[in-house]
């Protein structure tokens, strides 16, 4: 990898199908009674949030993306990565915080160790391996 790469790890945007058909099963409803349009709001939120929420790992830094807005954490701040039962990763700050990597998975590791520049060991690129990690 090159020294600019930046790998994006987001939810697939074909999970806005699904908010579409939440629109197409919505309108009867909607439309049953006056002021129930605002229930249109929903499927809104929900397609807001699948097109917000990512992580983009650069060799400088790692920026967290939410609805209500972003951390950029450079790699100097992280002291680990930490894995839950449900494959789910979390970057562990010195000072021991924890934050939440959206749509970031165990499957992802090889990609950050590769994109981190050296930062984050690549002893669990292959496969079978558990990662290493803090926590």
């Known amino acids: 990898m090159t020294d600019s790469a930046r790998v994006t790890i987001r939810l697939p945007l074909t999970a806005l199908l699904g908010v579409f058909g939440l629109v197409v099963c919505m309108t009867p409803v909607a439309f049953g009674a006056p002021g129930l349009q605002v229930l249109y709001l929903v499927p ?31 790699w100097s701040e992280l002291s680990g990565l930490r894995v839950d039962d449900q494959s789910r990763i979390w970057a562990v700050l010195q000072g021991g915080d924890e ?37």
């Open 44 to 74: 809104l939120s929900l397609g807001f949030w699948v097109v917000r929420n990512r992580t983009v790992v650069g060799p400088d830094a790692v920026v967290v993306h939410r609805v209500w807005g972003s951390q950029r954490m450079p």
């Open 99 to 135: 934050v939440g990597l959206p749509a970031v998975r165990a499957r992802h590791l090889p990609v950050l160790a590769a994109v981190s520049g050296g930062r984050l060991p690549a002893t669990f690129s292959d496969a079978g391996e558990q990662p290493t990690t803090r926590g």
